[in-house]
């Protein structure tokens, strides 16, 4: 797949209008905790700047549901822009209202501007023709640099495209970059080739589990949904959260694993607490005995040194979803383990994206991966074998 490259467009002195991914976590003072999302995109924005372009900046914050919330103003994210970038940012406070209109028409060569959060207008996220084509007016060029929202077909990501031709459209350096590891992970990896698997639920991992089964020749499962492919094999697995609809599912995958050679890993043991928080009473157990009213909130260490071993001769590791609840102390002792041992591995690693990266970043392990996805919904729709729709107008036919 070869996109539509940022080099090869004329930019020079050309507005431009950059579809960002600034989607980061903040603290509860309103602070940015996490601005890896910011840093990725500084490329991208720099380029353009050094071909003299005045410089428009979307991006969204949060769900705010079409309506505009304080809590998901972008206000923060000018603020580190311009600490990063070193240069002043101008915010304009609507999206394509009276301030954002007049301001991009008014923009210099070099300068920047931020528009406000794009989910505060109801289209977006409707991919709504008239909310395109006001974006679309604003700038000559239009560049695509947010792979974590790319899987979305909303206005500023999809619907706009169809307002720029191919000789003033393309990927940004991120964007392409995350496409082009992705093709190369699942096309052309070194082998042995191991996904590590996790999160609450089989069903936000379901297709990618079956697009990666011919791929991979290990599969190490944790998080909630292993519950799911434990209770299939007949193990009590007590209050543990699991898909009763997906029960068919997961034996399907168990089967066509073994059909395909590939090597399926679950939990052995697990740490299973009374309830669903972090003052909970907790205590180890076997997979297979899972006191009734109790639920499995975390890998064991049996597990934990199963894995391991199990990973210890891979030469590519593909890591997507932690493997418990991490967010909780007590609880994250297996993913920190297991996120330690593919760390300090001699194998390419790639985390995809989502929790798993913030997993790594709280560890302080983020440095030692080889690749940290910005997408963790895009991720696993490129390995799931879709074409993203943000992507797909951006694709050299």
């Not at 006001?134 to 495209?161: E, P, Q």
């Not at 496409?179 to 999160?199: C, D, M, Q, S, W």
């Not at 007590?238 to 997961?250: I, P, Q, R, T």
């Not at 669903?276 to 049996?302: C, H, N, R, Y």
Request: hydrophobic letters at 45%.
């Amino acid at each position: 797949m070869e996109l539509l490259n940022i080099k090869k467009l004329d930019l020079e002195k050309k507005k431009v209008f950059i579809r960002c991914d600034f989607n980061v976590p903040m603290d509860e003072f309103g602070n940015i905790s996490d601005d890896r999302r910011i840093r990725s995109a500084l490329a991208t924005i720099n380029f353009c700047l050094d071909q003299d372009c005045a410089v428009i900046l979307a991006s969204h914050l949060g769900r705010p549901e079409g309506k505009v919330n304080e809590k998901y103003s972008l206000i923060p994210v000018a603020r580190r822009l311009h600490q990063l970038l070193k240069r002043d940012v101008i915010f304009a406070s609507d999206v394509v209202g009276e301030d954002a209109v007049s301001k991009a028409s008014a923009l210099k060569a070099t300068e920047i501007l931020l528009l406000e959060n794009i989910r505060f207008e109801a289209g977006e996220t409707n991919d709504d023709e008239e909310l395109s084509k006001k974006l679309a007016a604003m700038a000559d060029v239009y560049i695509n640099d947010a792979f974590g929202v790319s899987h979305r077909a909303h206005s500023s990501v999809h619907g706009i495209t169809k307002y720029f031709d191919d000789e003033h459209r393309a990927a940004g350096f991120l964007l392409e970059k995350e496409i082009t590891f992705f093709g190369k992970l699942i096309n052309e990896p070194v082998r042995p080739f191991a996904a590590i698997v996790g999160g609450s639920k089989v069903s936000g991992k379901l297709e990618a589990l079956v697009n990666l089964l011919p791929k991979v020749d290990k599969v190490f499962i944790g998080g909630g949904m292993a519950f799911t492919f434990l209770k299939q094999m007949g193990y009590n697995i007590g209050a543990s959260l699991v898909e009763d609809d997906l029960l068919d599912d997961a034996q399907k995958i168990m089967d066509e694993a073994k059909k395909l050679g590939v090597k399926f890993y679950l939990p052995v043991d697990v740490v299973a607490a009374d309830k669903f928080a972090e003052d909970a009473v907790s205590k180890l157990v076997t997979a297979q005995e899972i006191p009734d009213d109790w639920m499995g909130l975390d890998i064991g260490p049996a597990t934990v040194r199963l894995y391991r071993e199990g990973l210890s001769d891979v030469q590519t590791v593909l890591w997507n979803g932690p493997m418990g609840v991490y967010e909780m102390d007590k609880f994250a002792r297996g993913s920190s383990k297991i996120a330690h041992f593919v760390a300090d591995s001699y194998a390419t690693t790639v985390v995809g994206g989502g929790d798993t990266a913030d997993l790594v970043q709280r560890i302080g392990l983020d440095e030692e991966m080889s690749f940290i996805s910005t997408g963790g919904g895009a991720s696993l729709e490129l390995l799931e074998g879709k074409i993203l729709p943000g992507v797909l107008p951006l694709i050299i036919q």
